[in-house]
């Protein structure tokens, strides 16, 4: 991986596409728009609307040293061709007629780090996106990164970009899961969820934004404004869930089991009850104006926070969880 990391600080792209585990179960007329993770809907687009740009698929997958005859077709009828020299062993290079494009075929395993098998190779996704961080401005490097293993990706993003010394270019140039977490996994559908992006072009990168930071992207795109909302109910539910865990053990004297920054072992419960509700009140009232909560649902919301001591502390946290219903987001249409 190291040669290919090189190769790659040597040969920068503009927008860059790397997935983990995106070898086609199924070819021919089963592979449709919405299953292709190889050349997806959104990066197609990309190509065909800035054609004075360079462009790089990456790709690791055991699989695709079982599937070369199916691979070759498929970049066939895309007019991608093999590089018969490839600068690198053991990865397959493919281009387009123009070079614009590349394609770059691992059959390595790529690893996260595992209680069930060794090693980790997460240092290369966190070195990747240095590059892009580090280059040239001009340039304006844009990566998209898809897990379809399964393995969850999405907490890895987070810690990259709490680490980052770069954080406003991180906002704009990296983004991990085009779903924003909607349809993350190994059935992601690549023709339903494409990255939001601005005039400019840089990403809308909703994962990074806290509640108050998301309120101020709502209204821009009809289908930001549900991934928003969907995004605003998960972090409701997670806050009310992590924080009520840990109020109720403090009643009991107990320790506590998620760990926030605001409180610890020693914290009076009252203390995480009034932290809980300051971070709920500001996503209810977002939810409110966004017409996902009613007037009713909302004011009975607010006098359970005033008068929490009053209730049975469980049937107090399964009311204010049903005060936010949850969202169906099979609906999502696509671009």
Same mark, same amino acid.
């Given at each position: ?21 995106? !070898? ?10 919405? /299953? ?6 959104? %990066? ?19 699989? %695709? ?26 990865? $397959?290079?493919?281009?387009? $007629? ?7 075929? $691992? ?59 770069f954080k406003h270019r991180f906002m704009k140039s990296i983004l991990f899961d ?7 996994? !190994?059935?992601?559908?690549? =023709? ?30 009809? =289908?930001?404004?549900?991934? !928003?909302?969907?995004?605003?109910? /998960? ?14 053990? /403090?009643?009991?004297g107990e320790s506590v089991l998620f760990q926030s920054g605001e409180y610890n072992?020693?914290?009076?419960a009252n203390q995480i009850m009034a932290s809980l509700q300051t971070r709920l /009140?500001?996503?209810? =009232?977002?939810?409110?104006?966004? =017409? ?8 009975? !919301? ?34």
């Amino acid at each position: 991986m190291e040669f290919l990391l090189e190769y790659l600080s040597s040969t920068p792209v503009k927008y860059t596409y790397f997935a983990i585990g995106s !070898c086609p179960h199924s070819w021919g007329e089963e592979l449709t728009e919405s /299953r292709d993770q190889l050349f997806p809907t959104f %990066f197609r687009d990309w190509v065909a609307q800035h054609p004075e740009e360079t462009f790089r698929c990456i790709h690791f997958d055991p699989c %695709f040293s079982k599937q070369t005859e199916e691979l070759s077709d498929y970049f066939m009828r895309l007019n991608i061709y093999p590089v018969e020299s490839p600068p690198l062993e053991n990865v $397959s290079f493919w281009r387009s $007629s123009t070079h614009s494009v590349e394609i770059l075929l $691992s059959s390595e395993m790529f690893h996260h780090p595992s209680a069930v098998y060794p090693g980790n190779d997460e240092w290369f996704l966190e070195s990747l996106v240095d590059q892009v961080l580090q280059g040239e401005e001009p340039l304006n490097q844009k990566l998209v990164v898809q897990e379809f293993t399964g393995h969850e990706i999405i907490p890895l993003f987070k810690t990259l970009y709490s680490q980052s010394p770069f954080k406003h270019r991180f906002m704009k140039s990296i983004l991990f899961d085009i779903s924003y977490g909607v349809d993350s996994g !190994c059935c992601t559908d690549m =023709k339903k969820h494409y990255p939001f992006l601005t005039e400019a072009g840089d990403f809308y990168n909703l994962l990074l934004l806290a509640p108050s930071q998301l309120q101020s992207v709502i209204g821009i795109e009809k =289908k930001m404004d549900v991934v !928003c909302k969907y995004l605003l109910i /998960r972090e409701f539910k997670e806050l009310l869930n992590n924080y009520h865990v840990d109020y109720r053990r /403090r009643l009991r004297g107990e320790s506590v089991l998620f760990q926030s920054g605001e409180y610890n072992d020693t914290t009076a419960a009252n203390q995480i009850m009034a932290s809980l509700q300051t971070r709920l /009140r500001i996503v209810l =009232k977002i939810l409110f104006d966004m =017409k996902h909560i009613s007037q009713s649902n909302y004011s009975n !919301c607010i006098e359970l926070f005033e008068n929490y001591k009053d209730h049975d502390v469980y049937k107090w946290y399964t009311t204010v969880n049903n005060t936010v219903p949850i969202l169906d987001m099979s609906s999502v249409s696509a671009q």
